[in-house]
């Protein structure tokens, strides 16, 4: 598609360093007092989750993901959403279809990464098989297993309630996703002890989220930030246990919300624990809001100056004491829309008559379909957010020139990287590429 020529939307609040400049800066900074910002001296992370179930139901698969160039401009991908029973344990749930698409379906040699079909007794066949090609394919991409999300943290209070039950929630966390003992469902050839060991070299909690705030049927007890902070403490101390067994570094990270009223639960501590946090950029206006807004603002926008920012929430947590580089900020690859938008503004801070039709998931559109959608595009540079109106919908989402601020706001603030959820979304890579050149300088 050919890029329009994209107007300004907004006045200037606040100086918006252009990337050159910010370049020379740094550079000088460097001649002056022989010091680098700390982003200069750790490559920043560039993150992406993979959807496991949008195999399934999208049909993306590792292979397209491979085809969209995205893996060589990753250091990591987080695998996305390992389950909590209800006894408050790691596991697959055989009800479900997530043991067929993750390591028993076989794989034609036209959709396999390495171009090769797969065998039926093989061990391990599936998405994990196909994760595994990939990573011989591109060696520097290391992998976490994400734990709970929006769907699957129900009970994660469960596990984190007591020290036996936190010592046991994180051992079989540990032996079904690191050391990769697979369980034999349906009479299929696939699992067993040690099958899927290696694939994973991490741990990303994403228990949304301790303190309330989140899915309507999770359980909930009033310790539950407390011993957060607890159960933490316990991964990081049986992956380093792990670690002088295997010989190899193991990750931990958490996955940290991006509004104010989600983010009073977190103490301090658990950066001490962390190799990193990702910060959820994202979400910050939707259909529950009357009125058109940004959803993934870096700074405050002048149409809504009460409404939550990156900005904003990265500040939070550096005053909880979270070293800077340890804050990796997360970026949409799906926007938010509104229709029935009046056309005062462009749109921003309207009216609306409701949500927009269903795009993705809900009122949602992945990236690459809002890159095609027609109508009048807008960048607000203080802001730091980006919109398309066509006279009736309204969306909302991060193009690669709001990517780049973002890039540059980490750089100069000496941040860990950026994140994006997730890749389908962005099945040409075009994102990921423009979140990889971004943190470069």
């Not at 609040?13 to 750790?42: E, M, N, Q």
């Not at 006894?87 to 028993?104: R, S, V």
């Not at 994400?146 to 309630?161: D, E, M, Q, T, Y």
Request: aromatic share 10%; proline share 5%; net charge negative.
């Amino acid at each position: 598609m050919t890029s329009p020529s994209v107007p300004s939307a907004g006045r200037r609040r606040r100086r918006r360093s252009p990337l050159v400049l910010g370049a020379a800066v740094v550079a000088a900074v460097v001649l002056i007092t022989g010091v680098f910002v700390v982003a200069t001296s750790k490559n920043p992370e560039r993150i992406g989750y993979f959807a496991d179930w949008n195999v399934a139901n999208r049909g993306y698969t590792v292979k397209e993901l491979d085809d969209s160039g995205a893996p060589e401009h990753l250091t990591r991908l987080m695998w996305a959403f390992g389950d909590v029973s209800s006894e408050g344990l790691c596991h697959i749930p055989g009800n479900h279809d997530q043991p067929w698409e993750l390591y028993q379906r076989r794989y034609d040699a036209q959709d396999s990464v390495d171009g090769r079909a797969d065998e039926y007794e093989q061990e391990l066949a599936g998405s994990l098989h196909q994760l595994r090609l990939l990573q011989e394919k591109h060696p520097h991409l290391r992998a976490s297993l994400s734990l709970g999300g929006w769907n699957w943290s129900k009970h994660f209070s469960v596990a984190a309630r007591t020290e036996e039950s936190r010592r046991e929630f994180v051992s079989s966390c540990l032996d079904l996703w690191l050391r990769g003992n697979l369980p034999v469902y349906e009479e299929e050839p696939q699992g067993g002890d040690g099958v899927a060991a290696g694939i994973f070299d991490g741990i990303d909690l994403d228990w949304e989220w301790p303190g309330g705030g989140g899915h309507p049927d999770n359980d909930e007890h009033p310790e539950d930030a407390a011993n957060f902070t607890l159960l933490v403490a316990e991964f990081r101390r049986q992956l380093d246990e792990l670690s002088r067994e295997t010989g190899r570094d193991h990750v931990l990270s958490v996955s940290l919300p991006g509004g104010s009223a989600d983010g009073r639960a977190y103490d301090g501590e658990i950066f001490d624990h962390l190799d990193f946090a990702t910060v959820q950029g994202y979400d910050f206006a939707g259909p529950w809001n009357e009125r058109t807004a940004f959803h993934s603002n870096l700074y405050t926008s002048a149409s809504r100056p009460e409404a939550d920012s990156v900005d904003q929430a990265v500040q939070r947590y550096l005053d909880l004491g979270a070293p800077p580089e340890k804050l990796v900020v997360g970026v949409p690859a799906f926007g938010r829309g509104w229709q029935g938008v009046g056309s005062t503004d462009e749109g921003l801070g309207q009216e609306a008559d409701g949500p927009a039709d269903d795009g993705y998931d809900g009122p949602t559109m992945a990236f690459s379909e809002l890159q095609e959608h027609e109508g009048r595009r807008f960048l607000d540079e203080e802001a730091g957010a980006y919109w398309v109106y066509d006279g009736d919908e309204w969306w909302t989402y991060d193009d690669p020139q709001v990517l780049a601020i973002k890039g540059e706001y980490v750089l100069e603030r000496g941040l860990g990287g950026l994140m994006v959820w997730n890749l389908d979304m962005d099945p040409t890579g075009e994102l990921v590429r423009a979140m990889d050149e971004s943190l470069r300088g």
